[in-house]
């Protein structure tokens, strides 16, 4: 017969990068109490036996199946900010086996329409309005504001206070910096770079680099081609609204 502990029982989850990102998702993950955080990965090996904010390094990427045997860790989160590495980990952490989950913060507020993917971080003060897609290992720091019907592509970061209008995409890996605006409808290409304060009024091509008021670019990116269909394919597969993944725990 099962008791009743073993029912309230909260799936273990560990958190892969032990550095100020880590910090960050341990103290949304601690907020959130959906999981028990039972320590971090890092692959910087000095570290391993340390403790981060009282919680212990376990270990390094490469001991996660161990750790999944020993001590029954089910669920992760990627920690990482270089957005190319933590879909790299996060492909990983899927092919053992390991559940992918969100990080969300209690303060943040996510209409009811809006979905999102898997290992997503959405940090305290967040806002993402209505009818909104965010695809996996979406970073949504501090204080942004994603407006409705936008669609936030894999991978990408969204910094502390930036702000994005209604109906903009962002594509996978594309950085868009701390207290950035991003006017209704624009498009940042994929692994763009939007700098620190700048407002976007016009497209930013794919690998371009974006800066100033109004958004100048600085760095060339690739010139547009007809294959765009992989750049936001995760859009088709969420379909479970935000509300109802973070009360699940997904």
């Not at 103290?27 to 959906?34: E, K, V």
């Not at 992760?76 to 190319?84: F, K, P, Q, S, T």
């Not at 930036?162 to 006017?183: D, M, Y």
Request: glycine share 12%; with cysteine; hydrophobic share 45%.
């Amino acid at each position: 017969m099962t008791s009743a502990n073993q029912h309230s029982q909260k799936p273990r989850c560990v958190i892969v990068g032990a550095g100020g990102h880590g910090r960050v998702v341990l103290d949304i993950l601690i907020n959130a109490a959906q999981y028990e955080v039972v320590g971090f990965v890092d692959s910087n090996a000095e570290l391993t036996g340390r403790r981060i904010d009282g919680i212990e390094v376990l270990g390094q990427p490469a001991d996660l199946p161990i750790l999944r045997k020993q001590i029954g860790v089910t669920h992760g989160v990627i920690a990482i900010g270089d957005n190319g590495v933590r879909r790299a980990v996060a492909d990983r952490l899927d092919d053992l086996g390991f559940v992918l989950a969100n990080a969300i913060h209690p303060s943040a507020n996510l209409a009811r329409n809006a979905t999102l993917g898997r290992n997503v971080v959405v940090a305290a003060g967040a806002v993402v309005c209505a009818h909104s897609q965010i695809g996996d290992s979406v970073i949504l720091n501090t204080g942004c504001i994603v407006d409705h019907e936008s669609l936030i592509g894999t991978a990408t970061h969204i910094c502390p206070g930036a702000r994005l209008a209604g109906r903009v995409t962002v594509e996978s890996g594309a950085f868009v910096g701390i207290g950035a605006t991003i006017i209704q409808s624009v498009r940042i290409g994929y692994e763009a770079i939007v700098g620190a304060g700048a407002v976007v009024i016009e497209d930013a091509p794919p690998m371009s680099t974006v800066v100033g008021v109004p958004a100048r670019q600085i760095k060339a990116g690739l010139i547009k081609t007809q294959s765009r269909e992989w750049l936001i394919p995760e859009m088709t597969a969420v379909k479970q609204p935000a509300r109802d993944l973070a009360a699940a725990g997904s």
